[in-house]
């Protein structure tokens, strides 16, 4: 019987319809709580806005998409199992493949420059990345031996001189052991230029737990956060992690890993990917997207900070992604440097998940902060 029926019954029900409606709350309750932000939301971006009608699909059949800015003024990113541009699934399918991506948000176009379809260099090792950078003209990228679970087990820097044409990996690894997993690179401008000091910032997500078959957001999420002089970052013992806040406010730095604090807490995850980390010069807010509650189904968080440490407030938190625009099985999310534009309130965010969306997808939108 349905339970509207059930609350129109005579008066000798009015106990088990006390004891229905007071379930009814309690779930509504928990379900609220259980999706709840977990920062309070952002004074700073009000409110944000997808221009879905800007959205563009390319390089079907590949995933993730990682975005730095460089100093030739290209972009340049990473892709995973599939063919790249021009590609698909099976046209040009490399485990790992790096593109250069030319043009303006409305009017880009994609190169496959080691691995893929046509292809301008042939890609020479397997991996999954889901962080790169372009730093004083070389790129580093962070790179784990493959899909799935396996990704979890180290994640190893590599090195090109060459804007990616080729790479070298560094003596700089971090295994499962260490408790991090899929490290991303603070984005700082166009080759890491709108740095505030000498230092490369890098977020890992703390590795919590693979119980399941497939990947999943790790709870209770936490993020750590790492640092390097900018001309040591292939020098593993030059690496210090964040220990906290000192008693005058300023970021206490540790060489031990396994000492260090989180920068960033969810209760309901954080996504196996880590996410996305960029420095907005004009808003002057830091930008961290990452999942939550599950994978692969556009439980998209948004947050700014004023500093890479924080505090963290909530510019967005929502499920369905996209949805009924696109298909809601997305999972990873980048805001691209080059293309923030109008004094920092737009912006062409770049994602990628499964099914319709296992390809290089970007929307542009705009922050509202008045």
Not at 30 to 35: Q, Y
Not at 126 to 132: A, F, L, M
Request: charged letters at 15%; proline letters at 5%; a negative charge.
């Amino acid at each position: 019987m349905p339970w509207t029926q059930l609350l129109k019954m005579p008066d000798n029900w009015s106990i088990t319809r006390l004891i229905l409606l007071l379930m009814l709350l309690l779930t509504a309750c928990e379900f609220d709580h259980a999706t709840a932000p977990p920062y309070r939301s952002s004074t700073t971006i009000k409110n944000i806005v997808f221009d879905w009608s800007t959205h563009q699909r390319h390089a079907t059949g590949s995933d993730n998409w990682p975005l730095t800015w460089a100093d030739d003024d290209n972009q340049y990113t990473s892709w995973g199992d599939g063919g790249g541009f021009g590609g698909t699934n099976s046209k040009g399918r490399v485990s790992l493949g790096v593109a250069r991506i030319e043009g303006n948000a409305a009017s880009y176009k994609g190169f496959n420059i080691w691995g893929g379809h046509n292809e301008e260099n042939s890609s020479t090792f397997k991996g999954k990345s889901y962080g790169i950078s372009c730093i004083d003209g070389k790129l580093y990228m962070w790179v784990s031996p493959g899909s799935g679970k396996h990704g979890y087990d180290h994640s190893q820097l590599y090195l090109s001189t060459n804007h990616g044409a080729s790479w070298s990996s560094t003596n700089v690894k971090f295994t499962r052991l260490d408790g991090v997993i899929h490290p991303t690179f603070l984005q700082f401008g166009r080759d890491y230029s709108r740095v505030l000091d000498d230092y490369v910032y890098i977020y890992a997500n703390r590795f919590k737990d693979d119980s399941e078959a497939t990947l999943q957001v790790q709870k209770p999420g936490e993020i750590v956060l790492m640092r390097v002089q900018r001309n040591s970052i292939t020098e593993q013992s030059a690496y210090t992690f964040f220990g906290g806040i000192s008693g005058d406010d300023m970021p206490v730095w540790l060489p031990d890993l396994s000492a260090s604090k989180p920068v960033f807490h969810d209760p309901n995850g954080v996504g196996w990917a880590t996410g996305g980390v960029i420095y907005n010069p004009d808003l002057k807010r830091y930008l961290l997207t990452t999942e939550h509650t599950a994978t692969g189904k556009g439980n998209l968080g948004i947050f700014d900070a004023p500093e890479p440490w924080g505090p963290w407030t909530t510019v967005e938190y929502m499920h369905n992604f996209g949805v009924p625009h696109i298909e809601n099985s997305t999972f990873y999310w980048n805001f691209s440097g080059k293309w923030f534009r109008n004094n920092g309130k737009s912006f062409t965010l770049v994602f990628s998940g499964t099914g319709q969306n296992d390809a290089w997808n970007s929307v542009s939108g705009s922050f509202i902060t008045d």
